[in-house]
């Protein structure tokens, strides 16, 4: 089938790419001038484990293609999915500016029946607002042929993690599709027959929630896992044991209970927001997602504390941060709790040295007045102490004794208790841990 994907970021591009790889042809197209000549380039735009690989295969199979504008790729497609950026707005609604213009734009270059998919994530009752842009902008010769306009709109959520992404879409748990029409189901059950997968039909709006609840769920479990190191170090616990204990608990499940330093990236803070506002809107106060979200910002602020805590004077000092990224595999920056962890200790007069094995590109475009180092034992030289923020692999393998040598004071604060088997103590080093009971 010939699919239209509109919008090449960390959703669409991803998206493209294995669509075409599971055996459709695939029209790309994006808005950023840069991105699109770098994609058309055969050049991946972000980076993803696998990607640039399978991207090279498929365009090389002539079965993915970058288009200069939405009506060359509509035009060819049959199925088009908008995946363009929803961000925040200052009161935590979805700006959905992107996705109404990419409707208007589908709607004005229509000249036959096409399924609209929302693959952006966005906030319920947003399918009816395309379907009238839709319809509003249509091509007159449609108007005139009356009330049987020649489109559908579906639902269609992602639930790709950064970091597996391909996996995840090539093994996913299910595909939810929201649908209004037999032909809108028929064709995304063709898009995604090859997955030999659970797909879950409904309305659009229920897809809408189920994107929203999932990811606002799952943010839910990572801040309880949170709140319960705080009591875990105030009690002498271990949460690691803790979450371990209750994870075998099929109900519960041992997934997203890693205490750390809160939930950041391009989605579960905005999806938390979004999901707050709509509910506010439709005259629920959804109190138990506002404090999944306050608990997210005061798990960063007791990390700083810690720091505060346990360096005494942190004006002046050399912290040395490893991990910028907002997690692992990705060289994504966008809400990373190290933006305002490192924020904080910079407002305090610390002088921030960091490495990142994949986001350096990106954090230079975000800090000021911070050293970038090409490696762990850099960041390590003369620091005062170091701070975990994202638990890359890199940081696994490191030669404590040379750590500790190069160090100012060997002190480790470990934000994502990525050294948790390490028994750092009996190395000589001052180590501080996520709920580890030892503050
Ligand atoms: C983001 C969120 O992460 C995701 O949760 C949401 O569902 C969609 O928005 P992502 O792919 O991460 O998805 O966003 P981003 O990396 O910003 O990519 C959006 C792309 O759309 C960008 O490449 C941007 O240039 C493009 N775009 C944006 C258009 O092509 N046209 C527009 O009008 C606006
Ligand atoms: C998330 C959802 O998992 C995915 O289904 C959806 O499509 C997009 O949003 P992503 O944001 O890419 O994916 O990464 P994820 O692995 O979910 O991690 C999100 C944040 O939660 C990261 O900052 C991570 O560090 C944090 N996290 C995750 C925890 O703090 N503890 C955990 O146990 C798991």
Not at 165 to 177: E, L, S, T, Y
Not at 295 to 313: G, M, S
């Amino acid at each position: 089938m010939n699919i239209g994907i509109v919008g090449t970021g960390y959703v669409g591009l991803v998206t493209g790419v294995c669509l075409s790889a599971i055996g459709h042809t695939v029209y790309c197209v994006d808005n950023d001038r840069e991105k699109l000549k770098t994609l058309r380039k055969g050049i991946a735009t972000i980076y993803e484990p696998g990607l640039q690989e399978l991207m090279t295969k498929q365009i090389k199979k002539k079965k993915l293609f970058f288009c200069e504008t939405i009506k060359e790729a509509s035009k060819k497609s049959l199925v088009i999915f908008i995946a363009v950026g929803t961000p925040s707005k200052k009161n935590g609604d979805a700006d959905l500016t992107y996705v109404e213009n990419v409707a208007r734009q589908i709607a004005l270059s229509m000249d036959s029946y096409k399924l609209i998919v929302e693959k952006s994530t966005v906030p319920a009752a947003t399918g009816r607002r395309i379907e009238n842009t839709i319809k509003v902008n249509l091509p007159k010769k449609f108007k005139e042929r009356g009330h049987n306009v020649p489109f559908d709109v579906a639902s269609n959520p992602e639930f790709l993690r950064e970091g597996s992404a391909i996996a995840d879409f090539m093994n996913p748990d299910r595909v939810v599709i929201g649908v209004e029409s037999k032909k809108a189901e028929e064709l995304l059950k063709e898009i995604y027959k090859p997955l030999k997968t659970r797909i879950v039909v409904t309305n659009i709006t229920s897809a809408e929630i189920i994107k929203h609840a999932s990811n606002s769920f799952l943010a839910t479990k990572i801040s309880f896992a949170n709140a319960l190191s705080q009591i875990c170090d105030k009690v002498g616990a271990d949460i690691l044991k803790v979450t371990e204990g209750m994870g075998y608990d099929k109900r519960i499940g041992p997934s997203f209970l890693n205490a750390g330093i809160g939930f950041g990236g391009s989605c579960f803070p905005k999806d938390v927001d979004a999901f707050i506002r709509l509910s506010e809107k439709s005259g629920y106060d959804f109190n138990l997602l506002k404090a999944v979200r306050l608990t997210n910002e005061e798990q960063k602020a007791a990390f700083v504390r810690l720091i505060e805590d346990k360096l005494w004077i942190i004006k002046g000092k050399k912290i040395g941060v490893l991990g910028l990224a907002f997690k692992p595999n990705t060289d994504d920056m966008r809400n990373a709790p190290s933006v305002d962890i490192i924020t904080r200790l910079q407002a305090e007069g610390a002088k921030i040295k960091a490495y990142d094995p994949q986001a350096m590109d990106q954090a230079k475009k975000i800090f000021k007045g911070m050293t970038f180092c090409q490696n762990v034992y850099a960041v390590a030289k003369d620091s005062d102490c170091l701070v975990v923020l994202t638990e890359w692999d890199e940081f696994r393998q490191v030669d404590f004794k040379r750590l500790k040598n190069v160090m100012r004071q060997p002190m480790i604060f470990d934000g994502r208790n990525l050294y948790k088997n390490d028994h750092l103590d009996d190395l000589g080093f001052e180590y501080f841990g996520i709920g580890r009971g030892v503050v």
